[in-house]
Structures are given as structure tokens and as C-alpha cells.
Nanobody, 126 residues
Framework: QVQLVESGGGSVQAGGSLTLSCVAS????????MGWFRQAPGKEREGVAT????????YYVDSAKGRFTISRDNAKNAVYLQMSSLKPEDTAVYFC???????????????????WGKGTPVTVSS
């Protein structure tokens, strides 16, 4: 049974930091592109960051560049998202997902991801 379990969400003031974690099971983690996506109330789900199987190709949405860092540990079947300088507009439910294909393309079309976690909420107050 495939599972993606996110943790690390919470409430933080603007300018603060959070690190999200996602542990995967039930599939061959190292053969999948991993990504973090988010969905704010009333908005479509968007790709925040995706990371290739080996970790050498990374995509960030423009709003995340310079503030967020995605990483993965294939030995632990885990992917992380370090978020700093958080802004109120970062408020959303953050989802971990796995897919196969081109790293950038998967970020731009969330529907192409294969497996999804249930999400962890992040609230940034001003």
C-alpha cells in the first residue's frame, strides 16, 4: 500500500521558518521524482518544488526561489522542504507527491503526479 505522510506544518509569523518532511512507503522511492505542492483556499493546486530521482535536477516556482529548499534522502524514503522568510501568501495546505517524468513538467501539471499525501497545513500570519 502506497503511503506518503507529511509532517512539520503549523502556524508561524511572517519571516519565520518551517521544515516539512514526507516519508514514503509502498513504492520504489528512488525511481520517482518527488515534489511539494500547495493549495490555498479558493486556488488551484500549484507546484512549489520538484526534485529529480538523483537530486541533480530541481525546479522551484518563482515565488519560492531563494526562500525554499527541497531535498531528498533516498535511503530514508524521505523528501523535505525547508521554508524560510515565510510570507502570508505562503499560507496553504502543502502536499507531498511522487511522479515519473520530467521534473519541471511535473511541477507545472500536478495532475501528472502519481501518488499524493494528505497534506499538512501551513499558516503564516502577518
Amino acid at each position: 500500500q502506497v503511503q506518503l505522510v507529511e509532517s512539520g506544518g503549523g502556524s508561524v509569523q511572517a519571516g519565520g521558518s518551517l521544515t516539512l518532511s514526507c516519508v514514503a512507503s509502498g513504492f520504489t522511492f528512488s525511481t520517482y521524482v518527488m515534489g511539494w505542492f500547495r493549495q490555498a483556499p479558493g486556488k488551484e493546486r500549484e507546484g512549489v518544488a520538484t526534485l529529480s530521482r538523483s537530486g541533480n535536477v530541481i525546479y522551484y516556482v518563482d515565488s519560492a526561489k531563494g526562500r525554499f529548499t527541497i531535498s531528498r534522502d533516498n535511503a530514508k524514503n524521505a523528501v523535505y522542504l525547508q521554508m524560510s522568510s515565510l510570507k502570508p501568501e505562503d499560507t496553504a495546505v502543502y502536499f507531498c507527491a511522487a511522479g515519473q517524468g520530467v521534473t519541471n513538467a511535473l511541477a507545472e501539471e500536478p495532475s501528472r503526479m502519481t501518488y499524493w499525501g494528505k497534506g499538512t497545513p501551513v499558516t503564516v500570519s502577518s
